[in-house]
């Protein structure tokens, strides 16, 4: 059965940091690539931060590229997710997510089988 389980979640304030993890289970961890995505109330799940099997392929989106950084454990089975400088607007339900790296990278929801339950970040001002 897989499992992905995310920790490290909190409030913050405004400008802290924050490490979130992602625990894999179930799967050959060597073989996924792992994403992060997160969802504020009332909007659509979006894409952070991406990594390949490899860790050397790695995607952010705009909001957090140079304030976010995400690595990979492989010994662990466990992805993590530096966040530096959070804003208010890094509010959010943060999930990791897993896909079998046989089928292509992609840093796309829509393309990611298995979730965890994802981890609350609430930065305050």
């Known amino acids: 059965q897989v499992q992905l389980v995310e920790s490290g979640g909190g409030l913050v304030q405004v400008g802290g940091s924050l490490r979130l993890s992602c625990t894999v289970s179930g799967l050959k961890f060597d073989d996924v690539n792992v994403g992060w995505f997160r969802q504020a109330p009332g909007k659509e799940r979006e894409r952070v931060a991406c990594i390949n099997w490899t860790g050397l392929s790695i995607t952010y989106s705009d909001s957090v590229k140079g304030r976010f950084t995400i690595s990979r454990d492989n010994s662990k089975n466990t992805v993590f997710l530096q966040m530096n400088a959070l804003a208010p607007e890094d509010t959010a339900m943060y999930y990791c997510?897993?896909?079998?790296?046989?089928?292509?990278?992609?840093?796309?929801?829509?393309?990611?089988?298995?979730w965890g339950q994802g981890t609350q970040v609430t930065v305050s001002s």
């Open positions: 997510a897993a896909q079998n790296a046989w089928r292509g990278y992609y840093c796309d929801r829509n393309k990611y089988t298995d």
